[in-house]
């Protein structure tokens, strides 16, 4: 037992290391996941600001142009803002199914 645990490395550069390396691979997903759901937003608007203008012209008769732009500032404020705050959360939740599942998995088949 007292070799198994002597194997065990103690060195707090390597700690310090895996650190630092969690720490950028963070920085990382945080920084890739905030590009993706800004262009997923630029992406919206484009697309819906191409549907509005070949809208006919009794749309526009009938809807007051506020009501076009709230509509935009809402659904891009959505994007920008919220979605970019549940990802994250969903992702930590999926992840931690997956956890469990492979937990029970291993437990079951180590019976």
Known sequence: LRSRISIIPQDPVLFTGIII????LTFLRTFALKLMCLNAGRVL?????RHVIRCPIA???TNPIGRILN???RDILIMDTDIVQDVPDFLIVNEF???IRYMIMILFYSV
């Open 21 to 24: 390396l969690l720490l950028i």
């Open 45 to 49: 608007h484009n697309k819906m600001f």
């Open 59 to 61: 749309f526009f008769d």
């Open 71 to 73: 509509h935009f500032t």
């Open 97 to 99: 199914v997956y956890k």
